[in-house]
């Protein structure tokens, strides 16, 4: 069978994408605890494990083509100087996240290949949560800061 070289960059630049978000959402973990914010702290290292097990399933998915998996285009971590500004940043880091596995998700289905689209739809339906997850931070947020004003 043909390689399908568009299949293999969406995989490539899905992976690019994961390794820049364990990058900064670890980064952004380690910010939280010197900040003294465990509560954050432990939402980003989850965060991590998250968007490890991406990660993993891309690479499961390349080395089956026979490409060997690496990310090559790191996008640099944002972390935030207040944890409005970390949820603001993570917001867009998710909804690319978002666009990319739409986008991907479509194109295999348009080649009629389920199996990649099953890879992809599982991935998106986490990020999705992510956003849900941002949504619920930045409300409750909000709530202290009412309470404090
Ligand atoms: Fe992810
Ligand atoms: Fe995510």
Do not use: N
Not at 65 to 86: D, I
């Amino acid at each position: 069978m043909a390689m399908d070289t568009r299949l293999i960059g969406y995989l490539t630049r899905a992976l690019d994408h994961e390794m820049a978000a364990v990058q900064q959402y670890m980064a952004q973990s380690r910010l939280c605890e010197l900040w003294s914010v465990a509560d954050y702290c432990a939402h980003f290292r989850q965060d991590v494990t998250e968007e490890l097990g991406h990660v993993e399933s891309l690479m499961d998915a390349l080395l089956r083509l026979g490409v060997s998996p690496h990310a090559t285009q790191l996008a640099p971590v944002r972390l935030g100087r207040s944890l409005e500004e970390m949820i603001a940043i993570d917001r867009v880091l998710e909804i690319e996240a978002v666009r990319l596995y739409e986008e991907a998700a479509a194109y295999c289905t348009r080649v009629r290949d389920f199996a990649h689209h099953a890879v992809f739809d599982r991935i998106l339906r986490d990020e999705l949560q992510h956003l849900e997850e941002l949504d619920r931070m930045e409300a409750s947020l909000r709530t202290k800061e009412k309470r404090y004003a």
